[in-house]
């Protein structure tokens, strides 16, 4: 069965503007199919990720979204909070549930509850998912949660509080 509706617009350029700035992956190839370990099914092991250092960062947060999801407010994957400003690179798996993290960083529940990364994970027989893997400079040491936000609430403080923005995205379809 498949779910053909029209694509959703990518999000990231409807939120209040901010300067860009680069990230990479030895996991994801921009726009390129996610490799297996990054799928639920096969290991929900989150990607290594490095960015620049951003002038005037004072933190960073990182999310992963699939906009895409069968559901009118998309699916949120991973929420990292309150990387400290240093920090300019996580290695494979650094989400994993109860992973030990950087200063006060902490990670907030993900659309299935958990607080870790989750992987892709689309209906089968769906459109292709992207899953966009975005860290936020942050103007603040700390974004001003706690652990039991809801991605929606990270993301109206992020957009008051985002510096600049890099993203990088992978594809899954099941």
């Not at 779910?3 to 994801?28: G, I, K, N, Q």
């Not at 907030?108 to 998912?129: I, T, W, Y």
């Not at 706690?146 to 991605?151: E, F, N």
Request: charged fraction near 15%; include cysteine.
């Amino acid at each position: 069965m498949s779910l053909d509706r029209p694509v959703t617009p990518d999000p990231y350029p409807l939120l209040p503007a901010a300067a860009s700035f680069t990230v990479t992956s030895a996991d994801v190839t921009d726009g390129q199919p996610l490799k297996d370990d990054q799928v639920a099914e096969f290991g929900n092991t989150s990607p290594q990720l490095a960015w620049e250092a951003v002038e005037g960062a004072q933190s960073y947060t990182v999310t992963c979204f699939d906009p895409d999801a069968p559901t009118p407010s998309g699916f949120w994957h991973w929420v990292l909070v309150d990387l400290p400003a240093e920090v300019t690179s996580l290695e494979t798996g650094a989400g994993a549930v109860g992973a030990d993290l950087p200063g006060d960083a902490f990670m907030c529940r993900n659309d299935m509850g958990e607080k870790g990364f989750l992987g892709a994970a689309p209906p089968s027989g769906d459109q292709v998912h992207r899953y966009f893997f975005v860290v936020h400079a942050v103007t603040e040491p700390a974004l001003g949660v706690d652990s039991d936000a809801t991605p929606a609430v990270v993301s109206f403080n992020l957009a008051f509080k985002t510096a600049a923005r890099a993203i990088i995205h992978g594809t899954y379809r099941h």
